[in-house]
């Protein structure tokens, strides 16, 4: 078997998860309320401290179901340089809501508060108006990296000023959460809306959720409907979710304390250097190009993926234990130690 290292997204579901698959008492979610996913939206809701909230099949769908609910076509957003919203999702903002992005400076996904004032653009017959700031938390293209509570203060701050609401690509939120040592709230409680995926390090098969007022969530249910979102029983996932949310947040912490682990062995070796992991993601630097390091690791049945032309991605999760770990280590030690070292 192979030690898949590519994301997060690769964990099995748990036995727990498909018991409580077995016996998830469900309905139909489109045409009323099925039992399970509403049980899953109001954990989800307490869990962030908002009000309400949405079960979606994807993170992607749960950002840009947000993104389409704060805003108007021909509204000006801001996101970080390297976002998610703007980077992975295959040009969603401008194609769904046809929205403008703009980028505020940020270093390592943690955006400089104090540039979000010189980004904003007041509407104008010349200037398209900013209504949304968006942030990321941890930030993935920047390898796992944590805003500070305080940044979300001083950035909930400078959006009051403005006028303008928040959403939080929280995808990760709960690692955020976890490397801090407080609780998401912490976290959600500067910003307006949140969408955390259950479907990564907490294990669930498939699911985001999206979080916030609950008038907002009302409308956030038409464009869900509208993107082909609306899922019949969905309960049969929600239960997965469900045990993510109850029984798979505090391991979270395990799987930090293993990328640390691997990111001190491989800083080790010749030919690599690593950026110092603060979640579940290590990214490594490579001399060689990174495509080589894949293809070495995969012979030696490691599987991680390039983010670059020299860097490449490794990903810690629960179906990565202490012995998968050590599997890695050698791994990457052989590869190291041969001809890309
Ligand atoms: C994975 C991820 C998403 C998208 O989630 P999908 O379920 O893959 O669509 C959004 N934002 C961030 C930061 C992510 O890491």
Redesign the pocket.
């Known amino acids: 078997m192979a030690v898949d290292l590519r994301s997060d997204?690769v964990t099995k579901p748990t036995p727990e998860m498909y018991a409580a698959m077995a016996r998830a008492d469900l309905g139909d979610d489109v045409l009323g309320h099925d039992p399970t996913t509403r049980q899953l939206e109001e954990l989800a809701a307490q869990a962030t401290g908002m009000e309400d909230a949405l079960f979606v099949p994807?993170?992607?769908?749960g950002?840009q179901v947000a993104l389409a609910t704060h805003t108007h076509p021909g509204d000006s957003v801001l996101f970080d340089d390297d976002a998610?919203?703007v980077y992975?999702?295959v040009g969603a903002p401008a194609i769904l809501s046809g929205v403008q992005a703009r980028t505020v400076p940020s270093t390592n996904g943690v955006i400089d508060s104090s540039k979000i004032e010189a980004r904003f653009l007041s509407k104008s017959e010349h200037t398209p108006g900013t209504t949304l700031l968006c942030m990321?938390n941890t930030?993935?293209r920047a390898g796992g990296t944590v805003t500070p509570v305080e940044v979300h203060r001083q950035c909930r701050q400078a959006a009051d000023r403005l006028g303008i609401r928040i959403h939080l690509?929280g995808?990760?939120v709960f690692n955020a959460a976890v490397a801090l040592g407080v609780r998401v709230t912490e976290i959600t409680r500067h910003v307006d809306t949140v969408s955390f995926?259950l479907?990564?390090g907490l294990c669930s098969p498939v699911g985001?959720v999206l979080c916030g007022p609950a008038d907002f969530i009302r409308e956030a249910r038409f464009w869900r409907k509208r993107l082909g979102g609306g899922l019949r029983q969905s309960g049969i996932l929600a239960a997965c979710g469900i045990v993510s949310l109850t029984r798979m947040v505090d391991r979270l912490a395990e799987d930090h304390l293993r990328t640390h682990k691997l990111a001190t062995a491989v800083s080790a070796l010749k030919g690599v250097s690593v950026v110092p992991p603060q979640t579940n993601i290590l990214m490594i630097d490579t001399v060689a190009p990174a495509s080589s390091w894949v293809d070495a690791l995969e012979k030696e049945g490691v599987w991680v993926v390039p983010t670059g032309s020299h860097r490449v991605r490794a990903v810690l999760h629960k179906d990565i234990g202490d012995l998968e770990l050590e599997e890695a280590l050698l791994a990457f030690h052989k590869v190291g130690h041969a001809s890309l070292g």
């Open positions: 997204t994807s993170g992607t769908m950002n998610h919203m992975y999702e990321e930030h993935n690509d995808a990760r995926c479907s990564k985001s």
